[in-house]
């Protein structure tokens, strides 16, 4: 996010700093949503702040395009199984590999 900033014409510093802000507020407001309700009101604000054809449908869009809900799924899968076999552990878990100790 932040080299898309910089593309964009915002200098290093301030595109690195809104992205931690961006980064906090996201997680602030999860926090939040978590003790007033949980996912429903996540997705709630979600739906509520995504306009037909607006800004955050595009960037949704391209998201899901590009898989992007598969590879973080993905990416916890492999560094989940990168922790067994550092430890010792067989690291044939999850999906598409056969069952194995954990």
Request: hydrophobic share 35%; proline share 2%.
């Amino acid at each position: 996010m932040s080299d898309a900033g910089v593309h964009m014409g915002f200098s290093r510093e301030v595109s690195a700093k809104l992205v931690r802000q961006t980064a906090l507020g996201s997680a602030l407001y999860a926090e939040h949503c978590a003790s007033e309700g949980g996912q429903a009101m996540a997705t709630s604000l979600r739906n509520d702040i995504t306009s037909p054809a607006g800004t955050t449908a595009s960037a949704l869009y391209t998201l899901e395009r590009g898989n992007f809900r598969s590879t973080v799924y993905d990416a916890v899968w492999s560094a989940y199984r990168r922790s067994l076999e550092l430890g010792g552990t067989s690291s044939a878990v999850g999906p598409g590999r056969e069952s194995g100790s954990h």
